[in-house]
């Protein structure tokens, strides 16, 4: 055996407290669990019911965002929330957090917000680290060289008593990228032409590693917004080498190491990258230069083409038929045909500042169309802060867009941000299942800058007309 | 949970390949704080019409599948969301085994956790049992079979843990809490957070 190892292999290994064996899976330490309203009460009622206690409180971080809302009076003005079983189950989540002893950053704290996007900002996502949460797109965290992956609520049970989780060791998958992504073509276009090219279950059963000179070029947020699609690709983790691009986003934030500990935490880090020559089990490779601004036409993110392009003829399949037919488009048309309702900009995909900002720099000093409604929702409330700080929000609002506090919101409509029967989304989330925004709704997803261009336009609108 | 030995069922067919977890029990049903009644909502947005009525021509509302515990699904069922809702709504509503060629991972290690059977069977297998909706079968886990009358047993893949826990109707979290030495061990050893803070 090979004792060259990827970054996956060294972050397992350092984490298995049982390795696998022909009768048990694996049992793995995890260093950081965050939780939220949607996927935790049942978790903790088990817990209630063996009477166990919370194994790490230490390491457990609880937050709300999927079923918040996002109207200001209701998140800071007593107004009652809309919907009842929601408000429940926030409160429910301010319980179970009090009685476990588990720190909540709750409806009004300042540090609130997508639990993607707030664990990189508090610092507390780190390299090397293994993160879980109740929640798919867990996979954002990768991007900092952690070994991060969604769970079920059973196993959300499983890391509170015993921040242990027994796992199957998955196999190993490099994502190349090759060349740099042209001008107005995003991380968001990458990853939506990578599950194009692999599709929604290319990933199953493995952990991506994203490799190559297009990935090292990516920021921190460009990084975060490849990783957290690995789960569209069916892949439960998507993991980044950390670097100094890595090392310079987390220096100095609330929860990473500091001083003399932070030294020595980079030095480990350092450590981390896959070993030249490390063999992986399955190996794609793409050229970001090649590439151009992506959206979707169907029901999943697989289902995807240029902006300039048009929606595939597949003769005789009738599941892309009952996709077309959901979708009301038609085969063979230009997607740069497809009207646009509603835009929605946030989500852990592209919630962060650097989204809003590429979404914002198109805008400005332009309007949205007519008839189309646009939500602009920050990740978080720091993003939020910011955001505001540097006047996108008035930017926003003067283009005819609404500004709202953080949340999941339209991503899913859990809250009530909700698109109508039939109405097209161009939407900067993350999945166009049937459904997703709304009952009835129609998702196109693209980047930010895709979604600004097409709000403008009321049309899909490849969004290089605006930048000059 | 109830052991789970052999399940004697006819099958429910649903071809459609990519069945996600949204279409399994969408989001707005997700705001419950507990596992219970959730087979109401199973896959709602396909089932009942905009007043909330049933749709006479889905699947799950016709007689035939009354009684049903076993679903064939195409291929790659429960991808999406993690959301364990999903198996509880298939639970609730009475299935006791999902049956494609691929089923994604969340959704499967969901399911085993909650003696909802994920059986992965062949090509061939799988496209027999679409084309034969209603057919009888029986999926036998201590063999790891699916068996069709008049065909040769598929086997399908399953771990000999979670094929102990599901056989003897146990959860997985006294495996893990009777690991307690070893997981201290581990808190101590390691070279950063993981020890107490
Ligand atoms: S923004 Fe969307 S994808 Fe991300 S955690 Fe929230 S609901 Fe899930």
């Known amino acids: ?468 | 949970m109830n052991p789970i030995t052999v399940i004697r069922s006819r099958t429910v067919v649903m071809p459609s390949t990519n069945i996600d977890t949204d279409q399994i029990i969408p989001a707005r049903f997700l705001t419950t704080t507990v596992k219970e009644g959730l087979g109401a909502s199973l896959f709602a947005d396909w089932r009942y019409d905009a007043e909330g009525h049933a749709k006479p021509d889905f699947i799950l509302n016709r007689p035939e599948a009354a009684g049903c515990r076993v679903l064939v699904a195409g291929r790659n069922i429960g991808c999406g969301s993690s959301r364990e809702h999903a198996p509880w709504a298939l639970v609730d509503f009475g299935f006791q085994a999902v049956v494609s060629t691929e089923i994604a991972d969340i959704f499967r290690n969901n399911s085993l956790k909650n003696g909802l059977l994920p059986v992965v069977v062949d090509e061939a297998t799988h496209a027999w049992l679409l084309a034969n909706p209603g057919a009888e079968v029986e999926i036998d886990l201590a063999e790891a079979q699916l068996r069709i009358d008049g065909r040769d047993p598929t086997p399908f893949p399953i771990e000999a843990f979670s094929r102990y826990c599901l056989l003897n109707g146990v959860d997985e979290l006294g495996f893990l809490l009777s690991q307690d030495a070893a997981i201290s061990a581990h808190e101590s050893a390691a070279p950063d957070a993981r020890r107490s803070a």
């Open chain 1, 1 to 468: 055996m090979s004792s060259l190892r990827t970054l996956f292999e060294k972050v397992w290994s350092a984490h298995e407290v049982l390795p696998q064996s022909a009768d048990t899976p694996a049992v793995m330490f995890i260093d950081l669990h965050l939780t939220h309203e949607v996927t935790s009460p049942q978790a903790f009622s088990a817990l209630r019911e063996r009477g166990l206690k919370v194994r790490r409180p230490d390491l457990t971080l609880a937050t709300m965002d999927h079923s918040t809302p996002t109207r200001t009076e209701q998140v800071f003005g007593g107004a009652p929330i809309t919907i009842d079983s929601a408000a429940k189950q926030i409160r429910q989540l301010e319980r179970n957090c009090a009685e476990f002893g588990i720190e909540l950053l709750g409806l009004q704290d300042a540090r609130r917000g997508i639990v993607h996007i707030i664990g990189p900002e508090l610092g507390i996502t780190q390299p090397g680290k293994t993160i879980v949460c109740g929640d798919s797109h867990t996979s954002t965290h990768g991007a900092f060289g952690a070994l991060a992956f969604g769970i079920g609520t059973t196993e959300v049970g499983h890391v509170l008593a015993t921040q242990c989780l027994l796992q199957k060791k998955p196999r190993t998958f490099a994502v190349e990228v090759d060349g740099r992504l042209p001008a107005g073509v995003t991380a968001k276009d990458l990853i939506l032409a990578l599950i194009g090219q692999i599709g929604v279950s290319g990933g199953t059963g493995y952990v991506i590693e994203y490799r190559g000179e297009a990935i090292r070029a990516l920021s921190m947020e460009e990084r975060m917004t490849v990783c957290n699609m690995s789960i569209e690709a069916g892949a439960r983790a998507g993991m980044i080498a950390p670097d100094e691009v890595t090392f310079e986003y987390l220096r100095g934030r609330p929860r990473a190491p500091q001083g003399a500990a932070w030294d020595a935490a980079v030095a480990r880090w350092r450590a981390l990258p896959s070993d030249p020559g490390a063999v992986f089990d399955k190996t794609v490779r793409l050229d970001a230069s090649a590439l151009q601004p992506m959206v979707t036409y169907g029901t999943n993110p697989g289902m995807v083409v240029p902006v300039g392009g048009s929606i595939p003829k597949r003769a005789g399949d009738p599941v892309f038929d009952a996709a077309m037919k959901y979708m009301g488009l038609v085969p063979g048309e230009p997607i740069g045909d497809a009207p646009i309702n509603v835009v929605f900009v946030g989500s852990c995909t592209n919630g962060r500042l650097s989204d809003l900002r590429a979404a914002a720099n198109v805008m400005r000093g332009r309007k949205v169309a007519a008839g189309v409604h646009m939500l602009v929702v920050p990740g978080s409330q720091s993003v939020k802060r910011d955001a505001e700080a540097e006047g996108l929000d008035e930017i926003f609002r003067a283009a005819g867009a609404e500004w709202r506090e953080s949340g999941c919101s339209m991503c899913l409509g859990m809250n009530g941000d909700t698109v109508g029967k039939g109405e097209y989304a161009i939407s900067t989330s993350n999945r166009n299942f049937e459904g997703r925004q709304g009952v009835g709704a129609r998702t196109l997803l693209a980047s930010p800058e895709t979604a600004a261009a097409s709000a403008i336009r009321g049309r899909v609108t490849d969004p290089r007309e605006f930048l000059s």
